[in-house]
């Protein structure tokens, strides 16, 4: 959290980046490209990239369908708090609480209950909300993943294969696709940024990464050469 605002999903480093450099590339001591470059925090002594392989995926998704394929299992969850780490006998408090699943979606068939605390997705940390919805969009429609949950003060592994946001507006309910999609300040961002006006790569990645929660669809005309 800096200056209010959230960011996850992104490569920290000092590399020395100046105002301007947004959109360049980051390479690793080998000459290896690992990220584009995107935040430059002046007085906070480091700086933030976006990872190539997550770029790699949005791109192939926008010249494959000209969208980004977003990730959606239909599922409802929110940050577990104190409280949830003494009544439900958790073992962490990191993660995040399911609450509830849309009819037939991914999460209910993958067999999700009420006060089940999310806690890994194959076998990687999830720290909170923010952090969750960016490693769902790792993967893919159809694409099978594993969930570490704590049930009953036990853990449990469950595996879940999510679909895409178009492909769960064709079959479920519009409402319960989009519902609690945005953030207020991801909505008044959407419709009123020069995002709309003038889209590019850098922006798009911008955007994404700064209020975007998962189920959300962009449909922006980007030029990938």
């Known amino acids: 959290d800096i200056n209010g605002r959230q960011y996850s999903n992104l490569l920290q480093h000092t590399a020395p980046l100046n105002p301007g450099n947004s959109g360049g590339p980051l390479f690793n001591i080998k ?9 430059v925090f002046e007085l906070r002594g480091f700086n933030a990239s976006i990872p190539s ?28 708090e104190d409280q949830d780490v003494i009544s439900l006998k958790l073992d962490t408090g990191l ?6 699943a849309v009819k037939n979606s991914p999460a209910e068939k993958a ?15 999830v720290r909170d909300m923010f952090t969750f919805g960016g490693m769902i969009q790792e993967y893919r429609d159809g694409e099978e993943f594993q969930l570490t949950i704590i049930r009953d003060g036990k853990r449990k592994k469950i595996k879940i294969k999510p679909m895409t946001i178009d492909s769960a507006r064709e079959k479920f309910n519009p409402y319960e696709v989009e519902k609690d999609s945005f953030t207020p ?19 798009f990645f911008h955007f994404f990464f700064q209020g975007i929660r998962e189920g959300v669809n962009i449909t922006p005309s980007l030029n990938c050469n």
Do not use: C, Y
């Open 31 to 39: 000459g290896e490209l690992i990220g584009m470059n995107t935040i």
């Open 53 to 80: 392989n997550m770029i790699t995926r949005f791109i192939a998704d926008v010249e494959k369908t000209k969208k980004a394929q977003l990730t959606w299992a239909g599922w409802d969850v929110r940050d577990i």
């Open 95 to 100: 993660g995040v609480m399911f609450q509830s």
């Open 111 to 125: 067999g999700l209950k009420k006060h089940d605390a999310i806690v890994e997705i194959n076998n990687l940390m």
């Open 185 to 203: 300040k991801a909505a008044e961002a959407l419709f009123n940024s020069p995002f709309n006006k003038a889209p590019n790569m850098e922006e």
